[in-house]
């Protein structure tokens, strides 16, 4: 497809487990975000690609959030003991390089944690 | 106080009717400010982005920046029901796809 995959769609696990969520980003897209959205709010910086690299991790609430990009494609946020609070939507979006002014998003990966 | 305020909601107006939705934010280096529209399940996209003050129209909308009163502005002249959606006002320091902050949204809903 043309646009920013998220899989899964939806994901419910258990307070405690580890949990994945992949993004395959716009083929060419250099730049990858991760955000957060929480229902009734807006999105939150998570963190940010730029390449292979972090160009920002400011976002990630604290260490058992975890995102790597290994080829400078497909990225993978990786939650470890994972608590209720952490229970949202998760979006990936990407962009070209140079500053468009648009991030292109995904549908999302809805996390919920029981 | 958050960083960037954006008006409750939800808004219902009937079709046809002009829409007004608001920001307000209190970082002065913002430079980049963007309304995204967001569809009920599914991720933002990018309606409008304008660079430091001024205005910009495109179609039936129009972005506003007042960046002394650190203020900005989405206007939907002749509103459709397919206009329904969350509006998301969105800003940056760095760039526009950089690291952005987010108003928590409002709904918009226009009635036929």
């Known amino acids: 497809g043309a646009g920013v995959s998220q899989t899964p769609s939806n994901k419910v696990t258990e307070k405690g487990k580890y949990v994945e969520l992949r993004c395959d980003p716009i083929?060419?897209?250099?730049?990858l975000y991760w955000y957060r959205q929480s229902l009734g709010q807006g999105p939150e910086f998570l963190i940010y690609f730029q390449g292979t690299g972090a160009a920002d991790d400011s976002g990630l609430p604290n260490d058992r959030f975890f995102a790597v990009r290994p080829e400078g494609s497909v990225s993978t946020l990786k939650i470890q003991r994972t608590e209720r609070g952490d229970s949202a939507m998760y979006l990936c979006a990407s962009s070209l390089q140079q500053n468009t002014g648009e991030l292109f998003f995904g549908e999302g990966s809805r996390l919920t944690v029981l | 106080q958050k960083e960037v305020e954006q008006d409750p909601g939800p808004l219902s107006v009937p079709e046809g009717a002009i829409v007004s939705l608001n920001c307000t934010y209190s970082?002065?280096?913002?430079?980049?400010f963007m309304w995204y529209r967001q569809y009920s399940r599914k991720g933002p996209e990018l309606l409008m982005y304008?660079?430091?003050?001024g205005n910009k129209e495109d179609g039936r909308f129009t972005a506003q920046v007042d960046k002394s009163s650190k203020y900005i502005s989405l206007f939907i002249r002749d509103s459709q029901p397919s206009d329904s959606a969350t509006y998301l006002c969105?800003?940056?320091?760095?760039?526009?796809?950089?690291?952005?902050?987010f108003g928590k949204g409002i709904t918009l809903s226009v009635r036929p």
């Open positions: 083929s060419g897209h250099t730049a």
């Open positions: 970082n002065s280096a913002f430079q980049y």
């Open positions: 304008t660079y430091s003050s």
């Open positions: 969105a800003m940056s320091n760095t760039g526009a796809n950089s690291k952005l902050t």
